[in-house]
Every structure is written in structure tokens, then in C-alpha cells.
């Protein structure tokens, strides 16, 4: 990542600013950067061409951090512990009568949103059990959303006036490193539970983005006020959507 926390302060520094104020000795132990996700120490690592100023990473053997992940969300595969059929009902009616609502706090979160990427999301949450989580409420399914898969410039929504993508960085976001599985959201923590969100640096090709291609994160408590926003989705965005879910969203 190219920016991490001052040693001491609340602050985001980059790699030429840390050395500004610490050096660049690598035999002498120096405090060293924390990550802001998970907190943890982390090193620099020199520029490795001229166009490049360097970058923080995880030290080896260092604990769980979403961010360490390779791929986008860390909490796939791992299903509800106690699934709660009778809840995901009610939460995906819910969900169906305020969809509008939600595609529009995931478009807040990730920029860009473009309709066929909030379907496959509605697929991911359906194959990941989402719904079935006892505790999940509404203010958490559009955290939840995002989570769940990468959200790259490529497939956002197109700008009508030169056709280029709304979605300028690769966003990814994830909960704080006190979350393993989505199961963990409900545990008892001594600091309110966070949700980060991260923008990367579009790789070239195909490929996705690598840790120290992470430009910045922003970390946030979770908050339900946007369940009470006026939304204004275009009018094509309320038909296909409209149309999508009726065809492929069972609430039973
Ligand atoms: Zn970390």
C-alpha cells in the first residue's frame, strides 16, 4: 500500500515521507508505519523502478489482514454458521421493496455502479447465503454488497459524454481485520466495527491489483442513515432492475 499510519499519529504518510522523518537505515530498528486496516507494523519496501516511490507491506508471519488477500473478498466460501431461513425472507422483502435504496448506497461506496454489476452482486450474495445470517439488518446489506467482489474501472457505469468509465481506480472494500468470515460481525469487540474501502491503481490487462498497487483506504463506523436518503435512480436503471429481479430474485 502507498499509504499507511505515522507510527505515532493518526496521519497517512507515504514511503518518501516516512523516510523524511525516520531514515532510510535498514540495519537500525526504527517505529515503524501501522497498517490502517489491521493496525499491524509494516515495512517499507524501496522503489523498485524510477517511476515508482515505493510502498508499505505486511511483515512476514504477520496475523490476518483483508488487505494481505490476493484476490477481492476474503470472505467468500464461508457460509453462515447458524442460517436462519425464516430471517432471510424477511430481510430479502425487504431488500426487494427498497432495492433502490441500496443500489444507491453501493453506488456511493463504489462509484460507478453499473446495473450489470449490481446483479451479479444480488448472485454473489444468493450463493454466499447472505440472507440467511440471523443478525444481518438492513443497514448492513450494501457494506455487505460490497464486500463481495472487486469493483474495477472496467465494468462501471459509462459516462454519456465520452463513453469513458464513471469508476476512475479499482475500488475493494472489506470490514476491519476483526472479521474472518461475515459470521464475525455480530461478535463483542472493544472498538466499533469499521468498514474500509480501498482504491487501487487499474493494473494493465486483465490482471488484477497487487497490494502495493493499493493507492489509499478510507475506514468508516457503519452508519443506517442513508436507509432514510432520497434516491433518484434513472429510469432506465429502474426498469432493468426492476425486470431482473422479477425474474430471478425468490424471496421464498
Ligand atoms: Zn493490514
Not at 463513453?163 to 472494500?173: D, I, N, T, V
Not at 480501498?198 to 498497487?213: I, Q, R, S
Not at 493499493?214 to 432492475?241: H, R
Amino acid at each position: 500500500m502507498r499509504k499507511a499510519f505515522h507510527p505515532d499519529r493518526d496521519e497517512k504518510i507515504t514511503v518518501p515521507q516516512y523516510i523524511d522523518d525516520f531514515g532510510n537505515d535498514p540495519v537500525h530498528s526504527r517505529e515503524r508505519a501501522r497498517c490502517p486496516v489491521c493496525d499491524q507494523r509494516l515495512n517499507i519496501v524501496a522503489a523498485s523502478s524510477v517511476d515508482s516511490i515505493g510502498h508499505f507491506a505486511h511483515q512476514k508471519n504477520s496475523g490476518f489482514c483483508p488487505t494481505k488477500s490476493k484476490a477481492a473478498a476474503p470472505y467468500a466460501d464461508l457460509p453462515p454458521k447458524n442460517p436462519d431461513p425464516e430471517a432471510a425472507k424477511r430481510i430479502k422483502a425487504v431488500f426487494l421493496a427498497n432495492w433502490e435504496t441500496h443500489f444507491s448506497m453501493l453506488n456511493r461506496l463504489v462509484k460507478g455502479l453499473a446495473n450489470n454489476e449490481f446483479t451479479d452482486v444480488i448472485r454473489t450474495a444468493n450463493q454466499e447465503r447472505i440472507w440467511e445470517y440471523a443478525q444481518l439488518e438492513e443497514f448492513h446489506l450494501p457494506y455487505v454488497f460490497a464486500t463481495l467482489m472487486d469493483f474495477p474501472p472496467g465494468r462501471s457505469y459509462r459516462r454519456k459524454e465520452d463513453g469513458l468509465p464513471a469508476r476512475e481506480k479499482w475500488f475493494r472494500c472489506w470490514f476491519d481485520a476483526t472479521v474472518r468470515r461475515y459470521d464475525d460481525l455480530w461478535i463483542n469487540r472493544e472498538t466499533p466495527l469499521m468498514f474500509w474501502r480501498a482504491w487501487y491503481e487499474p493494473p494493465e490487462g486483465k490482471k488484477k491489483p497487487k497490494a502495493e498497487d493499493l493507492i489509499d483506504s478510507y475506514g468508516s463506523e457503519l452508519n443506517p442513515a442513508f436507509l432514510n436518503y432520497e434516491n433518484n435512480l434513472p429510469p432506465y436503471v429502474k426498469t432493468q432492475i426492476t425486470q431482473w429481479l422479477a425474474r430471478y430474485f425468490q424471496v421464498d
